[in-house]
């Protein structure tokens, strides 16, 4: 007990170390940010990639955090989607940024109280619950046309100039700088929180929820909280996308772009923060290469995809990506394998400790 | 009044002879199969290709349905699903959802994109009044042939080896497989039987259900609904279920039109609600 501070230093010391930038990292910004000035003729697309994938970190932050499976990740989505568009063609809260806030602030409190249904039960009663309420959230949008235009979807939507000085332009070129930045804040948001001692509980939980009540981790409340907080990014990933587009429609609810989003996540791998944004990035091209291929027939392409992932093994596809993270590895290693870290080993437990991003 | 409550009836028992295959193959191996409703699909076209075409008659084309359905079920049970028995319910569901695309899209490659009916005999059109209830002669003949299939199932499932042994591995299947029971063979077999049944359920259903590519995605949930209310360990649950959720879904869309697909979300939420641990708990348990 003579310094019982020790293994506090320890942890906070392993802790900073595992949250070091990697030497990737600043490359895979650094592209992002070259992209901006070198790729003017894409940004229509990147712009959605950088919206598809703020939306498959909202996913990873409770699949590959927390474990929790869901197929209806799309209701925080469309109602960020329809609240954006409604801001805006009411001029409710015309400035974007503000509106963009909001949208997520009211995913997150329909997050909050949905919540509750997903502590319930097994894996499959979690599909259940998010599916209905994906459901619920389309059937509710399909019911009132008055406000949300119904079927025919959210028309007529004029998007203010970005804190009153960059106005959306047609090329996309404001979009994608836009949804870029939005991503990156939020990225670094995200970053902080799965390195905090928050974000380790959180992969205790998923790793094994009784245990981690066994050392006082408030298992239903953690989960409660990144589901709340998952949901926030997903209806700000929604309001970019009805943004971009000055658009809004049923399909922001629909089954399949929660389908889709669990490949986009699973392309990318799940459990470290990239996964999402690099799936993103292939989903996309994937898409766009097929479809234009066989326009009418691109469903069947993802499906073939989505069982060869399957069949493959998860683990397999995910060496690849491990690769890449091996190279960044490394470095920290070195500092965390140092003196410290020979005092107090790591126990090979699963889930909780080891590499970032070997959850699975 | 009457009338509501018989249309209910006859499309809850549809929903059973849909659902009851997924509901074993959940309860028996724990496996979510999203894809169930590609096989329903599947029956459907078949006996649109037959009687439509072929011009066989619509008693043989169900029939058929049944059959070549279950054939397609072993197959795919045998080549594909058996890889995914031991995956994570992430990599079932990844897996299910994917075919459920392929098929989707294959279906409309193959047969068009727009809703088609299947040609019902004429005899079995209309509808007749007893005691002042209108009943659909299409829709009685959907009550008996599926009062007949729900009899036979709890029959064969009560009163056979074989449906002891499926109870047995439902029950356990580490300890069935110590008595010596083959649990793979009862599960593909129950497998090839609850596909056959979504086929035949498809091919009943289209005149009711409508049959469109998307059948597939449409009425997972319903399925999923009816097997997460009813539970997983009999089929009696699930019977219940379905007639519940049929009747609910027909009253709900013909009293309160505004409010129709909101009431079977409601019941199944309520049901989640108050039963959270008891529909999924022995799954879970394993």
Redesign the interface.
Known sequence: MATPSAPVAEVTHRLAMRARWRPLEYVFWLAALASVFLLPGRHLILTEIAWLALFALSLDLILGYAGIISLGHAAFFGLGSYLAALMAKHAIISEPVLALFVSGVCAAVLGFATSFLVLRGSDLTRLMVTLGVALIMREIANQIPAITGGADGLQGVTVAPILGLFQFDIFGHVAYAYCLTVLFILFLLARRIVYSPFGLSLRAVKGNPLRASAISISVNARLVAIYTFAAFYAGIAGALLAQTTAFASLDVFSFERSADLLLVLIIGGTGYLYGGLIGAVIFKLMQDWIANLTPQYWQFWIGLVLVLIVLVGRERIGAWTSAARALAEPLTRRFARGPMAAAYPSSPGKGGEGVPGEGH | MLTILFDGIAYGMLLFVLACGLSVT?GLMNF?NLAHGAFAMAGGYITLILVNRAGLPFSAGLAIAFVVTALIGVLFERT?YV??YG?S???????T??????????V??VMGSQQVFIQIPSALEGRFEIFGVGIGRYRLLIIVICGLLTLALQMTLSNTRFGSRLRASVDDARVARGLGINVNAVFTLTFAIGSGLAGLGGALGAEILGLDPTFP?KY??YF??VV?VGGTSSITGPFAASLVIGIADVAGKYYVP??G??VI?TI??IV??LR??G???R??GR
Request: charged share 10%.
């Open positions: 959940l979510v594909l890889h995914v995956k319910p992430l990599d079932q569901v990844l897996f959802i994917g075919l459920v695309f392929m098929s989707v899209a294959a409309d490659y995605l997972m949930v999923l609904i997460t505004k409010f697909a909101f979300y199944m939420i989640l609600i959270p641990q529909l999924f708990a799954a879970a």
